[in-house]
Every structure is written in structure tokens, then in C-alpha cells.
């Protein structure tokens, strides 16, 4: 197929997408399936709670981001969740689409929503109340309202014991979450970010405040920070550094975490994802930061 039969295929397709009428089933509104089988998964976190309300049947696809369970990774990838393609979500034949907030591009999702398929978007917010408002939108979606009230019950039970654990910590550590470092330029968390959130939860400060997502920070910016651990995934993509690199920057070495050596890393889905499994990552991080303080 040449370079313009290609591009001519993929034009008719959005173009005919683009004029497809709303479903009777796609009302955003109700937020509830009509028919609750055939769902692609885009979101890790909404995967994961798929597969914890007993429901990982109903799913027929995943985007790259889910990749827990160990039984998810068996399903069709539709591709990364910020970075569909209506041709990739639709290749699979979804009965409906199960996507969680900032899912993208906004083109691909524009055309997804006028599509013939039903599709929900689920609210995300990086904080307790959030992850079990995500928990109760994916059991409406699902119709399993009851087994979502269940799993919301233990999520937050096991959360408050979590955040529990740093509630007499009297001085709070100074965390810098890096997601990444390349040629010497350190790109870092701010706040409005599941890294903040999970920083808060352990019963930490975010050391970099005064923006929201992610941005390359000055080397001024980091020493003004003046983190006392340095939070990382323990796999971050190709722009990943290890830890004498990181320690080895000029700002970071003068920062109590640098003197220290102080690097904690984790995995990202499970640290980041804001799902089932996240009272459990708090614990871990918040263990990782203060010891025995927040051991058991």
C-alpha cells in the first residue's frame, strides 16, 4: 500500500467515524452501559479495578498502561492511553469503551464519543476520595454497584490504615519526584499529579510546588527545593538514569538527599496508579521514607 493509499484509508475512516451518529448506548449522562461485555480497558487503574470487582471477563482489550493483573497483559493492546488512535480502539470491535480521564488525544477521543460504541469517561483524582469515586464509576459502568461498594469499603479502609501510619510524624519529608533525566536536565513532579498525590498520602511534602504537572526544573529550582529523598519509578522509560547519575548532578548532590544518598524507587504502576493497589503503595512509600516511624 503506498504512503497515499495509506493516508486516503485512514481519512475515509475518521471522516466516516466523525459523521457516525451517537448510539442510543453512548450517553455519557448515565454513566452505565447498556450492554457490559466487549469493554477495552483504557487506563491502568481501570483495569485493574475491572479485574478486582470479579468482572476481568467483560474485557476484550487493554491499552499499554494496564499491565496488572498478570491476566491483563494477555488481552489486546489498543496502545498507549495518551496517544490512541480511533483505528487501534476500534480494531478490536469494543461493545463499549471504559476510559479514564486524560485519555488522548483529544481528537482521538472527540471521534471516539461520536462513534456508534458507548463510551464512558471515568474522573481521575489523586487523592483518597478520588480512587474510591473511580471505584464506584467503574461499577456503574458495569452494573455491579454492589460489588463496587464492596471493594470502595476495603479500599478505604485499608487507605486509612495506610495514611495512619505517618499521622505522629512531627517532621515531614521533603520529596522530589524525578520522572525522568536526560542530558543533565532534571524533569520533575509538581502538584495536580498522581506523584504529589502519593507523596501526600505517605504523610510527605512535595518539594516542588509551584506548578502543577511536570516540567524540567532549573538547577537553582532544585536546590531551593531542598528534598531530603529523591522518589523515582524504578523503570522510567528511555530517559532513565540510575543512581549515581542522579546523585551525581551538581544541584542534587547539594541537597540533604544528595548528601545522603537518599533515592527511593518503585514501580510505577503500582506507585502511581491510583487504583486497587494504591493503600499499599502509600504503605510501602511511607515505610521507605520514615522506617520504623511507619512500620508496623
Do not use: W
Not at 476520595?129 to 458495569?142: D, M, N, P, Q, T
Not at 509538581?190 to 504537572?213: C, F, K, P
Amino acid at each position: 500500500m503506498t504512503i497515499f493509499s495509506r493516508f486516503a484509508s485512514r481519512a475515509a475512516m475518521l471522516f466516516c467515524l466523525a459523521a457516525a451518529p451517537f448510539s442510543a448506548q453512548a450517553d455519557e449522562t448515565n454513566g452505565k452501559f447498556d450492554d457490559p461485555s466487549r469493554i477495552a480497558a483504557i487506563g491502568g487503574s481501570i483495569t485493574e479495578i475491572v479485574f478486582a470487582l470479579g468482572e476481568g471477563d467483560r474485557l476484550i482489550a487493554r491499552d499499554t498502561t494496564s499491565v496488572f493483573p498478570p491476566e491483563a497483559m494477555e488481552l489486546p493492546d489498543v496502545g498507549y492511553m495518551r496517544q490512541l488512535s480511533p483505528e487501534g480502539v476500534l480494531s478490536v470491535s469494543p461493545g463499549g469503551i471504559l476510559a479514564l480521564e486524560g485519555s488522548g488525544p483529544k481528537e482521538t477521543v472527540d471521534v471516539l464519543k461520536k462513534a456508534s460504541v458507548p463510551y464512558i469517561e471515568v474522573p481521575e483524582r489523586f487523592d483518597h476520595e478520588g480512587i474510591l469515586a473511580k471505584i464506584h464509576a467503574v461499577g456503574e459502568a458495569l452494573g455491579v454497584g454492589r460489588k463496587a461498594d464492596a471493594l470502595a469499603g476495603e479500599v478505604d479502609a485499608k487507605l486509612k490504615e495506610a495514611e495512619a501510619r505517618t499521622k505522629d510524624v512531627t517532621e515531614r519529608k521533603r520529596v522530589l519526584f524525578i520522572l525522568s533525566m536526560q542530558g543533565g536536565k532534571v524533569m520533575a513532579s509538581g502538584v495536580d499529579t498522581a506523584a504529589n498525590g502519593v507523596i501526600r498520602l505517605a504523610g510527605a511534602v512535595n518539594a516542588i510546588e509551584g506548578y502543577s504537572g511536570y516540567k524540567q526544573l532549573t538547577e537553582e529550582a532544585i536546590v531551593e527545593a531542598h528534598p531530603d529523598v529523591i522518589l523515582m519509578m524504578s523503570r522510567a522509560g528511555g530517559h532513565a538514569a540510575n543512581d549515581d547519575e542522579i546523585l551525581s548532578h551538581p544541584a542534587i548532590a547539594t541537597t540533604p538527599a544528595g548528601k545522603a544518598g537518599r533515592i527511593v524507587r518503585m514501580d510505577g504502576a503500582y506507585m502511581l496508579g491510583f487504583g486497587p493497589r494504591t493503600a499499599d503503595a502509600v504503605r510501602d512509600v511511607a515505610v521507605a521514607l520514615y522506617g520504623d516511624q511507619a512500620a508496623d
